[in-house]
Structure formats: C-alpha cells, structure tokens
C-alpha cells in the first residue's frame, strides 16, 4: 500500500488507535449480547416462564410489544450471564465496566448483577443498548435496579424510548412517565409520544435534549405523594428551559399510568391528549395535600400557592384561579387575590392551638425530615451498619424524588464498597441536580452520634422506625380511598381484599 501510494504520489494517512473509542466499541458489544441472551430466556427458555406469564397476564404486554422493546429475563442463578460472556471470550473486568456483573463482596470472582429480574435494554438514539434496568419478580428491593455511570452510559442525558419516540413527539410533544413499564404500555395503546428517565429525577441535560424535538412537555407521574413531588420538580426545572408545560392527573385509584391505560384505555388516552393546564395541577396537588377545612389546612394551601402565583402577570388568568380558590377554601376573593398576587401572606392568627400540636408532632432527633437525617448518618455510618438498615428500607419509604435517588444509589454503592465512604465518588454517580444535595446532608454536624455504636444504633432505628410508620400511614390512606372506590363499584372481593391489607399493615402501627 505504501509503494503504490508512493508512486501515484498520494500521501497515506495512518489510521490512530483511539482506545476510548475501542473500549466503548467493546461495552457495546457486550451490552448487544447480554440484551440478546436475556431476550433468549425471556421468549424461548423454560426458566423465562413466570416472568413471560407476568408480563402477558398481569401487565398486559402482547408479545408484540416484549418483542419491539426487546425484553428479557435474568434468571435467578448467580453467574448465568458471567458464564455466558466466558464462553465468548470477554474479559470480566470489560463485563464490569459495562455493568453486567459485580466483583463478590470477598473480592474473589464475579456474580452477575441482575438476577431474578425482568431487563428493559437502555437503547440510545443510535439504537446501540447503552444499559440496562431490571424489575424484580420477586419482591426484592430495590424494586428497579439500573446501570450504573459507565463509558457509554450516563444517566442523567439518558431518555428511556426516545429513540422510538421521537416522530411522535415533534408531533404531538413529549409525555414524561415514571418507567419502562408505562412507556411500553402506552405505545401498546396507541400513545407514541411518551418516554421515561429510568431510574434518575429528570434532569436540565434531559429537557436540554427534549427541547431538540418539541416546546411542548407534558408530566404524566403516579398518582402517589412522590409523583406529585416529582412532578413539582420537573415543572421547575422545564420554567428554566423555557418549555410548554401541561400535567396529566391520574386518578387516585391507579397507581400509575400503565394501571390507569390497563383499567381505562380511553380515559387514558383522552387524559393524555387534553392535559391540564400547569396551575391546575398546583390548585389539586395543594388541595389534596392539605385539609381544606382547617384554618392550618387552609394557611399551608394559600402559602404555597402564593409561591407558585407570584409569577403570573396575566390578570385574566389570576382572576380565574383567585375564583377558583376563593370557592374550594370558601374565602373572600379579596383574602385570596391578596395572597395569589404577592401583595399579602396567609394570616397566621388564631393558630396557636393548631401550630402546637404541629410542634409537638415534630421528630425528636432533627427538626429536619427523618429520611433526611437517616441519609446522613447512613452517609458516615460503617458499612456492616449501614447495610443492615438499607436492606430493610425500599424506595418508597421516601417520598421526596430527590431522597429517593440518593437512597437508590447509596443502596447500590453499599453492595460493592470495602472502603471509607467516598463522598466525592459517590457524588458522582447521582444526577447533577442532585450532587448539591448529598452534599449538603454529608455536611451535617452528625459525627457525634456516628463515633458512638451505640448510640448510632438507637439513632438509626428510631429514624428507620419512624419512616416506615409514615410508609405505613400513606399506604393505609392509599387503601382507604381504593376501598372507597371498590365499594362504589359494588365490588365485594377486591374490598374484601384491601380491607385484609389495610388490618395487616394496622396492625404493624400497634
């Protein structure tokens, strides 16, 4: 080659070796593959069995759709997939690097990272599988467990579906859901425009990449307390990027989106199509938060509202929502516009007796939130202590989104750590938004308690005791309004159902 080019004259460009981009090449290849042995094990493996069941018969997923989205199944075996990637001559620290397997606590071998779960690939825009998120059949915490950072893989930019999504959505703008499972099921039903963060609160970098395709954004989260914090969050963080914001409202009694398409397709879709206008969902969200008929439940609703209102300089949309209030608080309009417009704040008078019971009500070990003081001992506890509790804790039990993501990835983090907590590192592997946090809580004066076993130890299970009594209160109002409902529709079993769950979580608060 290089005597021809020397005699025609052309000068012979040598190729450089890019080892950055060689090594991605390889993660790629090795994210194609597991995607296709767990696909394999899904649809044609005798040990895929259960999982296909629960995907046709409790989901209502058709094969269609497993197909299009290429689920897969990891079975319950510790090193299936290690063995299988062997076999094709891969190196076990790329398989790490991919985030497929995880070195053994003893630091001796490797176990496969998901197992017992059904896998969702993470395709980007290039249709390459960047990662993965796997459910658990099993009722394991966590619930969902996602790549971690890798070469290829980085959360925070990443949208689950977007890369089947985005014709729809140049369209008819995007439909932000919780997860794979509502991303599959509304394009089951017809619902192409719709995508999912996977595993992470959405981000600046994924409204930046949004903002390519549409103006138009629509936040469609569970109907629970933490999807409706979430949806506060993202509406803030879309105000910044300058986006047309609407929210869809599930109905109390779905939990999710993917319930609400499986029980009422059309109503889905007709909530889906003609979301509510942003202020709406913040006029709902208070009134359903707070107890309207009280002077406090009353104060807290016109405080928060006076935060979201301050910013609207249309006078006929103020004087539609001051309507709006003044008649579900049963208040003077003149009270109300004071409030909504910033010219006033809510009275506080004649609350002495309410405020004290709020007093008294407030948690003895930190006048901040129990999650948030049990996440920053968890930060400086040792290992063996802080995985004792982490196992016996779940994602919900924390009903603040950005809690949630920092507990999910300290959980993760924990599994594989035999060193001094990193808060550097671990910083890093949460969402941009969310690193401020983790710091502020690692910034916490608890080192007093944390050098103290004993102490430590009374303090971490009174944190933990006491969140998992408001787990137990929200699951119990949860099912009080579901069993409502079932008795509305006249249907005996499912209340005779909901009421066994409510007695059996009653008597955990005994």
């Known amino acids: 080659m290089e005597q021809l080019a020397e005699k025609t004259g052309v000068k012979l460009e040598r190729a450089q070796y890019d080892p950055e981009a060689g090594k991605k090449k390889l993660l790629f290849e090795i994210n194609h593959l597991t995607a296709e042995f767990y696909h394999y094990l899904l649809t044609r493996h005798p040990s895929g069995k259960n999982a296909l069941d629960y995907l046709k018969n409790k989901r209502k997923l058709s094969g269609e759709a497993v197909k299009e989205f290429k689920l897969g199944y990891a079975p319950e075996t510790w090193d299936t997939v290690y063995q299988f990637l062997l076999k094709k001559k891969y190196d076990p620290n790329d398989m790490a690097d991919a985030g497929v397997i995880v070195r053994k606590s003893s630091g001796q071998g490797y176990i496969d990272k998901y197992r017992g779960r059904i896998m969702f690939p993470f395709t980007g825009m290039d249709e390459k599988i960047v990662g993965f998120s796997g459910r658990t059949v ?47 099921s509304a394009c089951q039903a017809g619902i192409r425009n719709v995508v999912a963060t996977s595993g992470t609160a959405l981000t600046a970098m994924q409204l930046k990449l949004i903002a390519r395709y549409t103006e138009d954004v629509i936040f469609c989260f569970d109907s629970d307390t933490a999807g409706a914090a979430a949806i506060q969050r993202a509406i803030e963080l879309a105000e910044k990027e300058d986006l047309n914001i609407k929210v869809v409202i599930v109905p109390d009694k779905y939990a999710d989106l993917d319930d609400y398409i499986k029980a009422d397709p059309q109503g889905a879709k007709a909530a889906i199509k003609n979301p509510v206008p942003v202020y709406d969902f913040f006029v709902a969200d208070a009134l359903k938060k707070n107890n309207k008929e009280s002077a406090l439940g009353k104060k807290k609703i ?40 910033g010219k006033s704040k809510p009275d506080a008078d004649n609350l002495s007796e309410e405020k004290d019971e709020i007093r008294n009500e407030g948690y003895t070990l930190s006048k901040r939130s129990p999650q948030e003081y049990l996440i920053a001992l968890l930060l400086k506890t040792p290992l063996d202590t802080a995985q004792s509790i982490l196992y016996k804790l779940a994602q919900k039990d924390f009903t603040n989104p950005v809690l949630q993501e920092i507990f999910t990835e300290l959980k993760e983090y924990n599994l594989g750590r035999k060193r001094k907590f990193d808060i550097k590192y671990f910083s890093n592997t949460l969402s941009e938004e969310n690193q401020n946090s983790v710091n502020e809580l690692y910034l916490w004066d608890v080192e007093h308690i944390t050098e103290e076993p004993r102490r430590l130890e009374i303090e971490l299970e009174t944190a933990f005791a006491r969140i998992k009594r408001e787990t137990a209160k929200k699951e119990l109002k949860e099912l009080t309004d579901k069993i409502k409902q079932a008795e509305l529709e006249k249907n005996t079993k499912l209340v005779g159902e909901l009421s066994e769950k409510f007695k059996n979580i009653s008597e955990r608060l005994l």
């Open 302 to 341: 016109m405080e928060e509202l006076g935060q979201k209102f301050s910013k609207v300089t249309s006078s006929v949309l103020l004087d539609h929502y001051i309507k709006l209030v003044s008649k579900e608080l049963n208040l003077d309009t003149e009270t109300v516009h004071g409030i909504l417009s």
């Open 138 to 184: 099993l009722d394991r915490d966590p619930k969902y467990l996602n790549t971690g950072e890798t070469a290829i893989f980085h959360k925070s930019s990443f949208i689950y579906g977007l890369n089947k999504a985005k014709v729809a959505i140049k369209q008819s703008g995007a439909v932000f859901v919780e997860g794979p499972v509502d991303v599959i």
